[in-house]
T-cell receptor, first 114, second 111 residues
């Protein structure tokens, strides 16, 4: 199994541009989390999906952030328009049955907004 | 809201010494607890998963204990090596599915 796959690994964009981060779940997993990690705030939960349905998006910082699961194995996190304070490492993590067997994280996308 | 605390924030030991990393959580109604390792600039690698009904889990030189009633978990790493240098994160999965992280303990093992 290739694990949770995130793309791109690095993204540098100018303020105001749209950014799309991608995540492919492990085959058979049905729960997905998006996290953001910064030195100041550590790991913050942004949104949680179960069986393709957003269950909790209370961590999404603003309306500029949106996330989708167009199918059972793929998710996107979009920021439009991006701002310098969005600079962080974004991780997705997947699990089976809402984490009963633990969570597997992707390698992350390092986003820099200049 | 579940609060997870990891002490100490940083630890430096000579090679060969045993490591003891602590994790505490405020709400004992947890489903499981997972220890991760994070190398600089990298993702999170799962080390051990302890279900709420278990007291400990072992993998090689790693042993993690769980005392749910007191809200504590401890990760022991025996005979540390320079390759063990990393940040170790404790994550608690509450009964409401949320996974809450501590801030981590950064370990340096000196050769």
């Amino acid at each position: 199994d290739a694990g949770v796959i995130q793309s791109p690994r690095h993204e540098v964009t100018e303020m105001g541009q749209e950014v799309t981060l991608r995540c492919k779940l492990i085959s058979g997993h049905n729960s997905l989390f998006w996290y953001r990690q910064t030195m100041m705030r550590g790991l913050e939960l942004l949104i949680y999906f179960n069986n393709n349905v957003p269950i909790d998006d209370s961590g999404m910082p603003e309306d500029r952030f949106s996330a989708k699961m167009p199918n059972a194995s793929f998710s996107t996190l979009k920021i439009q328009p991006s701002e310098p304070r969005d600079s962080a490492v974004y991780f997705c993590a997947s699990s089976f049955d809402q984490g009963r067997g633990g969570y597997t994280f992707g390698s992350g996308t390092r986003l820099t907004v200049v | 809201k579940q609060e997870v605390t990891q002490i100490p924030a940083a630890l430096s030991v000579p090679e060969g010494e045993n490591l003891v990393l602590n994790c505490s959580f405020t709400d004992s109604a947890i489903y499981n607890l997972q220890w991760f390792r994070q190398d600089p600039g990298k993702g999170l690698t799962s080390l051990l998963l302890i279900q709420s009904s278990q007291r400990e889990q072992t993998s090689g030189r790693l042993n993690a204990s769980l005392d749910k009633s007191s809200g504590r978990s401890t990760l022991y790493i025996a005979a540390s090596q320079p390759g063990d240098s990393a940040t170790y994160l404790c994550a608690v999965r509450s009964n409401d599915y949320k996974l809450s992280f501590g801030a981590g303990t950064t370990v340096t093992v000196r050769a």
